[in-house]
């Protein structure tokens, strides 16, 4: 297999190459961490295992925040529950996904020196948030507007 890099893939020094790898481990210990929490049942919540304390939003305003659900969300997703997943958060569900495959995407991309099939990581990143937190936002609207 060539290593040559490609004209579309931006490359990465020694700093970039950490940066990598501090990411893919930041999203491991991000999993674990949802691993060892136990989903809460009201399919939010769960965040305060973590000593945090209730969704500010929900308890002002009586209606979930975009992010409600989300911890509840991974929790199940790191067990495979993804329909229980989804009830919590369906934009969660699309964020673990990414996130889940950002972590090989992290390592490869160390491994090779480049940034793996992206010629910028900067615009990339920029991208995928303002379509992360678009979706969420649309899926709170939807959630807030005809809840369930």
């Not at 990598?20 to 930041?26: N, S, T, V, Y």
């Not at 969660?92 to 020196?113: D, E, M």
Request: aromatic letters at 12%.
């Amino acid at each position: 297999m060539s290593t040559d890099r490609l004209p579309f893939e931006a490359p990465v020094g020694s700093t970039g190459r950490a940066t990598l790898l501090g990411m893919a481990a930041f999203l491991i210990v991000g999993f674990a961490t949802a691993l060892w929490l136990s989903p809460d049942p009201q399919g939010y919540g769960t965040h305060q295992q973590l000593g945090l304390p209730p969704c500010t939003f929900r308890t002002l305003f009586g209606i979930p925040c975009p992010g409600c659900g989300m911890t509840t969300c991974f929790s199940h997703f790191v067990r495979g529950h993804f329909v229980a997943a989804a009830h919590a958060s369906l934009a969660g569900v699309v964020l673990a996904f990414v996130c889940a495959l950002l972590i090989p995407w992290c390592f490869w991309s160390a491994y090779l020196g480049r940034c793996w099939k992206v010629s910028d990581p900067v615009a990339a990143a920029c991208v995928m948030t303002t379509v992360l937190c678009g979706l969420a936002i649309a899926l709170w609207l939807i959630r807030v507007t005809w809840p369930a």
